[in-house]
């Protein structure tokens, strides 16, 4: 009898240990790991962009209140994101994905705001009408708000001991464009970096907000492997290591990282400006461990 406990014992804690998988190799089959629906929301939402450097005097004057304006304004429609590209006036924040981004759109000044992949500039030689700047950002990110939703995202993540996110998503096309070649980029960002910033009051002690960090598999992402049928769907999950800010040696703080999924249209990736098509983003929900 104490031989068949045993047994029984031991069968249990196969079982149990054969249901402990790796969040990263899950496929989504209508719950998460954490038995928390994924849930693709049916609507538009747009991303909007500052470029910047720490070392540009502009960035931490007009263009550092011009972005907590309208990223305040526009909060319920539109996702905030500063990327620190490696520019002529980068030192600290520098992020990989962000110079990509820069190069792509053509960015020749700094600070520069973009609106769904696409560059917001009324300028005259060294003069910038920020009024009708944020206009134009006001306007694109209204008209994307209104306008048919085409395809959207969801995405789950949580923090793991082992230092690294654990993320699930789910992408589904709702009226698709002909001929689109889609995919999904996932963003890592952190809110509140405390690093030195020229022009700002602050200085040393500037608290930046929205830091673009890194991206899942690069600055675009993956491509969407259904059909470009409308309900089509794409599951999956991965990891990204919490990093360290080369400049300060600090780890990212985990409890200020968010994750941003935003989908493109890919046409020609060697088109400046013309060949990645902005078509929808949205912020993943934090599961807590």
Not at 149 to 174: C, E, N, P, Q
Request: negative net charge; charged residues 15%; aromatic residues 12%.
């Amino acid at each position: 009898m104490k031989n068949l406990h045993y047994f029984l014992l031991l069968t249990v804690l196969i079982i149990i240990a054969g249901c402990e998988t790796d969040p990263t190799e899950v496929q989504f089959s209508g719950n998460s790991v954490e038995n928390t629906s994924i849930v693709v929301p049916h609507e538009n939402q747009s991303l909007m962009i500052n470029i910047c450097a720490t070392n540009c005097p502009p960035c931490g004057g007009w263009g550092w209140t011009m972005f907590d304006e309208v990223a305040y304004k526009t909060r319920d429609e539109s996702l905030p994101l500063m990327i620190y590209s490696a520019n002529p006036f980068a030192e600290h924040l520098i992020c990989e994905e962000g110079t990509i981004i820069d190069d792509y759109l053509g960015v020749t000044g700094y600070p520069t705001f973009a609106a769904n992949n696409e560059m917001m500039l009324s300028r005259n030689g060294g003069s910038v009408n920020v009024y009708n700047e944020k206009q134009m950002i006001y306007d694109t990110i209204a008209s994307h708000s209104n306008s048919v939703v085409s395809a959207g995202a969801g995405l789950h993540f949580w923090m793991k001991k082992d230092g690294y996110i654990r993320f699930s998503y789910k992408m589904t096309l709702f009226d698709p464009e002909d001929n689109a070649n889609y995919q999904l980029a996932i963003y890592v960002v952190e809110d509140k970096v405390k690093a030195y910033q020229a022009g700002h009051k602050d200085g040393i002690d500037a608290i930046h907000p929205f830091v673009l960090r890194d991206g899942y598999k690069g600055a675009w992402g993956v491509p969407f492997t259904g059909d470009n049928v409308r309900g089509a769907s794409m599951i999956g999950g991965g990891s990204i290591p919490i990093g360290v800010d080369y400049s300060s040696g600090l780890e990212w703080d985990i409890d200020n990282i968010h994750i941003y999924t935003v989908i493109y249209n890919v046409t020609n990736p060697l088109i400046p400006s013309k060949g990645i098509k902005f078509v929808n983003a949205s912020e993943g929900v934090r599961i807590l461990p």
